[in-house]
């Protein structure tokens, strides 16, 4: 931060450059994505600092950062963007949170049980802390970290910090209700009547029916379906698939646990864990079959995406909007099929009132 911070105080008029009994403040920062101040508002000699118009000071004086190092400033009025939450812009770097997020979220789409999921995020080259229960032993839950540390030393998250539904108990009642089924044979019949079930399965299935539970959990599973393309898929397609799939988990909103799970969500669940088995793409067919899988998983990001706008779910329409573009992106940009795969995909474009991905208001 070097001298930004004090300055940012200073303009905000909570820690008056030189004054000794000024509150106390911490900048945090948030990979490449943001930096967040936090400051009490107890002085150091008892007092409580007034903040009435700290949020005009701070802005003021961030734009005049902006100006003197150069930089994009948004428009008069608009609130800084906040990340905080979604997928990362294309092209951006990852945070060590986003890779493990997607470390652990594509172990958990593949695993059978909770032993063969920790396995594979070891295998993965993660570490993993356990928590075991005092009464009996069980873990409670996980956590994990990369075995290269920063110069601050290992950072773990938890599996409920990187997502609600990578939380153990989460993970364990998804495991409980996924029908397993056999590895996929290597022949082509047996490939290509996979993908066929799974186009099938998404293209029946409707964000507007089932209830709000039903349709959380479908759009999940429908994003795990998306999570397991992009592991067989060519690394330059990957990215883009990653980042839609996790732009349709945030605009599918928090799962809930349930003993009795929605069917359609646990077919699909199913279908995106031998998806993630059945190894890489291995000829034109299976490319053509798994973009024409990503063209329906659009329609349903789109579908998605009005019902969010039609409930006044504007943050989350806006992700799902964002992730129908990405998807149709990334059919456009594909080597057009010989299939059934439209080689120009309709544009998506926001109705007026959706705010941009990664904009939100701030109330106060």
Do not use: K
């Amino acid at each position: 931060m070097g001298g930004r911070g004090p300055r940012l105080l200073d303009a905000a008029g909570l820690a008056r450059r030189g004054d000794r009994d000024a509150v106390r403040w911490i900048a945090v920062s948030h990979a490449h994505r943001r930096v967040d101040i936090v400051a009490t508002l107890v002085r150091q000699d008892g007092r409580t600092e007034v903040a009435g118009d700290d949020r005009r000071g701070c802005a003021m004086a961030t734009r005049a950062l902006e100006r003197r190092m150069r930089l994009r400033t948004p428009a008069p009025g608009r609130t800084p963007p906040s990340v905080h939450g979604t997928a990362p812009g294309r092209g951006a770097p990852l945070s060590s949170r986003d890779r493990l997020r997607r470390h652990v979220r594509a172990a958990a789409i593949v695993a059978a049980d909770e032993d063969d999921f920790i396995a594979r995020l070891r295998g993965a080259g993660l570490r993993v802390r356990l928590r075991l229960s005092r009464a009996d032993g069980t873990n409670t839950s996980y956590a994990v970290s990369f075995p290269d540390p920063p110069a601050t030393g290992r950072v773990w998250y938890s599996g409920g910090q990187l997502a609600h539904e990578l939380s153990l108990p989460h993970l364990r009642t998804r495991w409980a209700h996924t029908p397993q089924r056999d590895r996929v044979q290597a022949a082509a019949e047996h490939r290509q009547q996979l993908w066929h079930e799974t186009a099938e399965a998404v293209s029946t299935t409707t964000a507007t029916s089932g209830g709000d539970t039903a349709t959380t959990e479908r759009g999940h599973a429908i994003a795990d379906v998306l999570t397991a393309t992009a592991s067989i898929a060519p690394p330059a397609r990957a990215r883009a698939l990653l980042d839609a799939a996790d732009l349709l988990h945030r605009a599918s909103g928090h799962p809930h646990r349930s003993t009795a799970p929605d069917a359609r969500a646990a077919q699909l669940r199913s279908l995106a864990r031998l998806i993630g088995l059945i190894g890489q793409l291995s000829d034109d067919q299976d490319g053509a079959a798994a973009l024409h899988l990503v063209y329906l998983v659009a329609g349903f990001a789109e579908n998605l995406a009005s019902l969010r706008q039609a409930r006044q779910q504007r943050g989350h329409a806006a992700a799902a909007y964002t992730a129908a573009a990405h998807l149709y992106q990334a059919v456009r940009c594909a080597t057009p099929p010989s299939g059934d795969v439209p080689p120009e995909p309709p544009a998506v474009q926001m109705p007026p009132g959706t705010p941009r991905q990664g904009h939100r208001r701030r109330y106060r």
